[in-house]
């Protein structure tokens, strides 16, 4: 059997053992690579949101209102803002996997998926002290009016505004991703941008929220790099990128192939024992 052909079998039996892991890793929960108070506290270093006077709050509302202006002159652009106002790992996955290369999913790619999964929680852990802490309104709230996304205003309305959730997991994907393929930096980082922008312009977040979820993001990212699981999970991550498109050399397929199979086998034995204390 000539070298091609043992290639493509070879590649082959991995996506097969990557669907297997996926469907096992879909019924895993995420795990933060810290808690919230191994991660920096956002109330020590990151400026407060602005007061309702001075030239920063002022800033505020002229990008408020520029905003509305995007949503009546660029409909292309609003029509993205809408896309990006869906907080999921799904979203992320349909928006970033153009600029990354190669499309994501739980299923395609369990590694990349799940570095993405944990970060989100780890994100997530970084922002939501500071959000209850300074308990800052929306700015559709302030001005009594509705945003591009009515259908979210209720969530939006019980959830607190400083700093923006949605911005920080934009631009920790586009971090993230960059780190995996560094040839897609400039367009991954470019959309991680027009992520957190997107909160403007729907009228969700005042522009100091956006900046704020910008500096969470790069302070977790930061943090993430210190933590031995992160990083096993990056080099998986930017292993299964290199195999998914064929940049990976025959070790690096072994490899892969067999981390997979180490995982699979480790959570068939978690679940095998999970069911016997059910039982």
Not at 130 to 140: A, E, L, N, Q, V
Request: glycine fraction near 4%; hydrophobic fraction near 40%; aromatic fraction near 12%.
């Amino acid at each position: 059997m000539n070298y091609k052909l043992m290639k493509k079998y070879l590649v082959m039996a991995v996506v097969m053992t990557a669907s297997v892991c996926a469907m096992a890793q879909s019924k895993s929960k995420p795990e933060p690579y810290f808690s919230f108070r191994e991660l920096p506290n956002m109330l020590k270093w990151c400026p407060a949101p602005p007061d309702t006077v001075g030239a920063a709050f002022a800033y505020d509302i002229m990008q408020y209102m520029w905003g509305k202006e995007m949503r009546q002159k660029d409909k292309e652009r609003t029509a993205i803002a809408i896309r990006d106002a869906v907080y999921s790992l799904e979203c992320i996955a349909q928006e970033f996997s153009e600029p990354f290369g190669l499309q994501i999913s739980e299923e395609g790619t369990p590694e990349i998926w799940k570095l993405l999964r944990d970060a989100k929680v780890t994100g997530e852990n970084i922002s939501n002290f500071p959000k209850f802490y300074y308990k800052r309104i929306r700015p559709f709230m302030r001005f009594h009016e509705h945003t591009a996304t009515p259908q979210f205003e209720p969530d939006l309305r019980r959830n607190f505004s400083y700093p923006s959730g949605h911005t920080l997991l934009g631009w920790c994907s586009a971090l993230l991703l960059s780190e995996i393929n560094p040839e897609r930096a400039d367009t991954l980082l470019k959309r991680g941008y027009m992520y957190g922008e997107s909160r403007v312009i729907v009228g969700a977040h005042w522009q100091s929220d956006v900046d704020a979820g910008r500096l969470a993001a790069a302070a977790a990212y930061s943090r993430m790099h210190t933590n031995e699981r992160f990083l096993e999970q990056m080099r998986l991550a930017r292993l299964e990128f290199r195999v998914k498109t064929g940049l990976a050399s025959k070790e690096e397929e072994k490899a892969y192939r067999e981390a997979l199979d180490k995982r699979a086998k480790a959570q068939a034995k978690e679940a095998k024992a999970n069911t016997k204390k059910a039982a």
